[in-house]
């Protein structure tokens, strides 16, 4: 028999993909990638409904440290927040996934891969570009998007393959990783309706304002607190203090890669509180053009990393420059979490460019001569002035 790597995650789509593979006379092996956010209950539960439905064998890969390594830390040292909203919650993770599938695919001589996305979201695109690259010669399989089924035609044609799992579709689709949980539901499908209170994963538990301290070396998250420890375990910490008092919270409005709107919300407390404190601690240590230019590549790597262009190697060129300046990236942001929202409160560094001795703001010049200054205000000015000479006509 032909083998097949399904990405699975034990919902409807993977489900029917796995019995319906089998019907095409595939051997099919199942793996879930996880990126964070499965309790080890979950991820038994779906390895069971893996081996139940027919699979082969069923791996559970764990690459929550790799993917932080490769992508989020990237991803913070860019400051990369699509349309100055979105953390790049799933679309980061969906590349990560499709790596590790075709990768395991190549390893067990799989011929095929298949995946459940359908034909009208970025899913798709993320995953097969991903397929195409790294392993053009195995085939791509994808019984949702092909066979353009209903959610209803799937649950009625593994009925009548004796599957009777409960499908009963949750009033919001909740897809929750390291690095954000994304939330769908019918007010996401208008232009105008938030999303109520109760479509957030994490609800509200604490009111009154706390302090914590975050702890960056070279642009990386080592401690909370003067607790340290690896990036990923101060990322999940963070998480489940920022999000008690519902931080995090949003509406993405963005274009898909297809072409159309799209709308999804999100909750993603640790994500936005670290990038709005990275970034202001590059605010004090870094110099006007380092800003700048980590402004333009930060954008277009993650509009790349959305739109599942990760593997062209323009990405390893920003990534390179990207970690280059965060050489001086050390210090302590102080912050303070409150209902609904945060305020970065100040930082500490021995790399501050916010030095006393060559000047106060708006209070005192110790670097340089009230003459200097003249002079300087002359030369800059120099250029405009001589235009407006010239063409003074302009001015009456």
């Not at 099919?28 to 027919?54: M, P, Q, W, Y």
């Not at 927040?81 to 919650?89: A, C, E, G, W």
């Not at 302590?332 to 703001?361: C, W």
Request: aromatic content about 10%; some cysteine; overall charge negative.
């Amino acid at each position: 028999m032909k083998k097949v790597v399904l990405a699975y995650s034990g919902g409807l789509d993977t489900s029917f993909c796995l019995k319906y593979l089998q019907q095409q006379g595939y051997e099919v092996h199942t793996i879930l990638v996880n990126t964070g956010g499965f309790s080890n209950d979950e991820l038994s539960a779906i390895e069971k409904r893996a081996c139940e439905l027919g699979s082969k064998a069923h791996v559970n890969a764990d690459i929550v440290d790799k993917y932080y390594e490769k992508a989020i830390k990237f991803l913070v040292f860019g400051n990369v927040l699509k349309n100055n909203t979105y953390p790049l919650s799933v679309s980061a993770e969906r590349v990560f996934q499709a790596i590790e599938a075709i990768q395991y695919a190549k390893t067990i001589g799989a011929s095929a891969i298949a995946h459940g996305s359908t034909g009208a979201g970025n899913d798709q695109i993320r995953f097969d570009l991903i397929f195409r690259t790294i392993a053009p010669e195995i085939e791509i399989i994808t019984p949702i998007r092909d066979l353009k089924l209903s959610r209803q035609a799937e649950v009625e044609w593994l009925q009548k393959e004796g599957v009777e799992y409960s499908w009963e579709k949750a009033q919001y689709s909740i897809n929750k990783g390291i690095w954000g949980t994304s939330v769908g539901g019918k007010e996401t499908l208008t232009s105008n309706l938030p999303l109520p209170e109760e479509a957030f994963p994490s609800q509200i538990k604490e009111t009154e304002p706390t302090k914590v301290t975050l702890h960056f070396e070279k642009g990386e998250l080592v401690g909370i607190d003067d607790q340290f420890s690896k990036p990923t375990d101060n990322i999940v910490k963070l998480e489940e203090s920022a999000s008690a008092y519902g931080i995090g919270r949003d509406i993405h409005v963005g274009d898909t890669i297809i072409g159309i709107k799209g709308r999804v919300g999100f909750e993603a407390a640790a994500p936005l509180v670290i990038i709005k404190a990275h970034h202001l601690l590059e605010k004090h240590v870094l110099t006007k053009w380092q800003q700048y230019w980590k402004e333009q590549l930060g954008n277009w790597y993650g509009m790349l990393f959305h739109e599942g262009q990760y593997l062209d190697p323009v990405m390893r060129n920003i990534e390179t420059f990207l970690a280059d300046t965060q050489l001086n990236v050390t210090g302590k942001v102080a912050v303070t979490l409150r209902p609904y929202h945060f305020s970065l409160d100040g930082i500490e560094s021995q790399h501050d460019l916010m030095n006393t001795q060559f000047g106060q703001y708006g209070e005192m010049n110790n670097a340089w001569t009230a003459e200097d200054a003249k002079g300087f205000i002359k030369i800059l000015g120099n250029s405009q002035a001589i235009y407006s000479q010239v063409n003074s006509e302009q001015y009456v």
